[in-house]
């Protein structure tokens, strides 16, 4: 038979101590032990040997009927929206993870690839040149394609003020070369923004890899050198 009982306070040490009977005690080993459910309901701490459907999302103890020895807690079902956020940031916190351990696998095969400080700088710098070089082409382009443009616009405006139309093949080339500048001036800021993080890139790679060539308990090269 199910029973559940409204309890305020102290009653439930009392309700967990009168589920411990003799036959309980006596069958102690025989069958698993019987538990005794407590839960807030409307702001009432119920308790009962059987837990409701109802009640299952809820929070909830569980005392052992036998021994009145709490067994366990268990939270509160989550919401929809808590489980969508939980699972959030769950997948943050694994990208986080991945993209530490991506940063140690690469400071590892920096250390490796480079015996002495000199040949990591002179990677570097290889690097930068070739982003330099990317540059001055990138600007040529986009200078040609500024003056292209410029001379298409010319013949349509010549056109219109000689009152005749500007022809569709005109037109199309016009757009095509705007759009052409246009990506053009993209690839132009990508890889002049890429140039002014290379600095920073090597100075941090400079460090990583000091901090990391660098006996546990020496001070790095840089810290040396300021004492």
Not at 44 to 66: M, T
Not at 175 to 189: I, T
Request: glycine share 6%; proline share 4%.
């Amino acid at each position: 038979m199910k029973t559940q009982l409204t309890l305020g306070g102290a009653a439930l040490s009392l309700a967990i101590m009168l589920a411990a009977t003799p036959q309980a005690l006596a069958q102690k080993g025989a069958t698993p032990q019987k538990k005794l459910y407590c839960w807030t309901d409307n702001g009432k701490k119920v308790c009962g040997d059987a837990l409701p459907p109802e009640q299952a999302a809820r929070a909830r103890k569980e005392f052992s009927a036998r021994s009145g020895r709490t067994l366990n807690e268990v939270d509160r079902a989550l919401t929809a929206e808590e489980r969508a956020a939980a699972a959030a940031a769950a997948s943050q916190a694994q990208l986080a993870a991945d993209a530490q351990a991506a940063r140690v696998r690469r400071d590892l095969a920096m250390v490796e690839s480079y015996a002495t400080e000199a040949d990591l700088q002179r990677a570097f710098n290889e690097r930068i040149v070739l982003v330099e070089e990317s540059i001055k082409t990138s600007t040529l382009g986009q200078a040609n394609l500024r003056h292209g443009l410029v001379t298409l616009l010319g013949q349509a405006a010549n056109l219109e003020l000689g009152g005749k139309p500007v022809p569709k093949p005109l037109h199309d080339n016009i757009l095509k070369q705007h759009a052409d500048l246009n990506r053009q001036s993209q690839v132009l800021r990508d890889q002049r923004a890429d140039r002014a993080m290379l600095d920073g890139d090597l100075a941090s790679a400079l460090q990583r890899y000091r901090d990391l060539k660098t006996p546990p308990g020496e001070a790095t090269p840089d810290a040396a050198s300021s004492d």
